[in-house]
């Protein structure tokens, strides 16, 4: 990630926004209409938040605390391991469980769907590579954040297009992936922490 385009598109597919589109709706399908697109505007600018801080202080702040890069990659697979379980299995409360006005806060859309344990790692890797561009990592982060914004903003559309059946359908095969993509993220991290 030696340029500011390399950093931007890798953001980009690590963030996932096409992948993500599924969870977005299967989470929000119960938040009326217009509530909808503001609780999507909300979560993807706290996950922005969260993006930042790990950019500028991710390091520091994982060193302080005495953890290591892999414990978040771990983590996060096994939260992402439970929403999928639920995707496949559906919970007579929802993805989840019993929130207040059936509308999630942070868990899972902000965190980890878009800043989720890879680009967190990826950006406090780009400050490793070089801490002297701040201003590039900034912007290639904010770049692949607005892209990612701009695909999920639109997600109420596609459930529309797709109805009851259709979300059902795409909300169990995402399931399946998401499954995979959860055991690979646990064991990526258990194997670096290993050295293996």
């Avoid at 503001?38 to 005495?66: K, N, Q, T």
């Avoid at 559309?157 to 995979?180: D, T, Y």
């Avoid at 993509?181 to 922490?193: C, P």
């Amino acid at each position: 990630m030696d340029t500011v385009l390399s950093a931007f598109i890798t953001l980009v597919l690590v963030m996932d926004p096409l992948g993500n589109v599924p969870i977005f709706l299967s989470v929000l399908k119960d938040v009326e209409g217009r509530r909808r697109y503001w609780v999507i505007f909300r979560e993807l600018l706290i996950a922005l938040g969260v993006l930042l801080l790990f950019l500028y202080g991710g390091s520091a702040a994982l060193e302080a605390m005495g953890l290591r890069q892999e414990s978040i990659s771990i983590g996060g697979a096994i939260i992402l391991f439970l929403i999928a379980i639920r995707m496949i299995f559906p919970s007579p409360y929802g993805l989840l469980g019993d929130t207040p006005d059936g509308e999630p806060f942070i868990v899972p859309l902000a965190i980890p769907a878009v800043a989720g344990p890879s680009s967190l790692a990826i950006a406090m890797l780009m400050v490793n590579t070089d801490p002297t561009r701040m201003l590039d990592w900034t912007i290639a982060l904010v770049g692949a954040w607005a892209v990612s914004a701009c695909i999920l903003m639109t997600s109420p559309l596609l459930l529309k297009a797709l109805g009851s059946r259709g979300l059902m359908a795409m909300e169990r095969l995402m399931g399946m992936i998401l499954v995979i993509i959860a055991v690979q993220m646990f064991f990526e991290g258990v194997s670096t922490s290993l050295h293996l």
